[in-house]
């Protein structure tokens, strides 16, 4: 098997592992805010220790900062409403939910950076649409469904801060971003990220033994996710190894089914599926 596949498959488990990791995390009542501190901590760390071990040069110009800091904002967002939807929907439906940005990547590629949409990639955003509607189950009881509908609509928004950060980083690369150092910020963004939404939205700022725990393990899973995909890039095209990374809600939904998390319906079954042949479909030149 060819490297870059090899180092997307990494990704792709440990990106899977993180998002049960998540749900595990949001089932009690805990700061989300000090969670996604304490992993920007952790991958921050990690990140200066490879960076200084390789000697890797950073480059802190104007435009490297200003779309680094710009999309690291926008995934420590991202990732926060991603934690909050898991608080009320299953880990299998906001994993693919989350993963399916590439919709989002695509449409705002097309309306800001005039990429052409053709023939496939219009089709990978019916599916993946039609994927999502499978998703939206409606319960007896109108609480629920008033509940669900609030989360759900998080994971999609969610889903869709990713999708800029996707975008805002791509263009940052193009006007030659240093993609090193921006990697530095985007962790860096973690922890004045996580500790705002504390502060502001949560009003605590405490951390405690399972909060340190959960920040660690989701820290170097974060890192590991991140890294592999990086080396991916390196050894492969992008074009295909970034998709069969976004295919982690795969692995998330049969761990979540494995521990008893959750149950696999006809329904999750064909979401999963429609959003498989989106990403396929929305990954062709």
């Avoid at 998540?22 to 501190?37: H, I, N, T």
């Avoid at 609480?143 to 999609?156: E, G, K, L, R, S």
């Avoid at 890294?227 to 190894?241: D, P, Q, Y």
Wanted: proline share 2%; with cysteine.
């Amino acid at each position: 098997m060819h490297p870059a596949i090899v180092f997307a498959l990494l990704s792709l488990l440990f990106a899977g592992i993180n998002d049960v990791v998540f749900k595990r995390y949001s089932r009690k009542e805990r700061s989300r805010g000090m969670y996604v501190f304490g992993i920007g901590v952790v991958w921050t760390v990690l990140q200066v220790i490879v960076f200084g071990t390789q000697g890797t040069p950073l480059t802190f110009d104007q435009n490297t900062l200003l779309f680094g800091l710009t999309a690291g904002v926008l995934l420590a967002i991202a990732n926060i409403l991603l934690i909050e939807s898991l608080t009320h929907i299953d880990v299998g439906l906001g994993s693919t939910i989350y993963r399916l940005n590439t919709i989002g990547v695509v449409i705002l590629s097309v309306v800001f950076l005039s990429e052409p949409l053709g023939l496939l990639k219009s089709l990978g955003i019916v599916v993946g649409i039609l994927g999502v509607l499978l998703l939206y189950q409606k319960q007896s009881g109108s609480h629920y469904n008033t509940v669900f509908a609030v989360f759900f609509a998080v994971a999609i928004v969610a889903s869709l801060f990713r999708a800029t950060y996707g975008v805002i980083a791509k263009t940052g690369l193009l006007q030659n971003a240093d993609p090193n150092t921006m990697l530095l910020l985007f962790s860096a963004s973690w922890i004045v990220g996580g500790a705002c939404y504390a502060k502001l939205r949560e009003k605590r700022l405490r951390l405690t033994r399972k909060k340190v725990l959960y920040s660690l393990l989701s820290g170097i899973l974060v890192f590991l996710i991140v890294n592999f995909l990086m080396l991916a890039i390196e050894h492969g095209e992008a074009s295909i190894v970034i998709p069969v990374a976004n295919l982690s809600f795969v692995i998330a939904l049969l761990l979540s089914i494995a521990l008893k998390m959750e149950s696999l319906t006809g329904n999750k079954l064909a979401a999963v599926g429609c959003a498989v042949v989106s990403i396929i479909l929305l990954s062709q030149a």
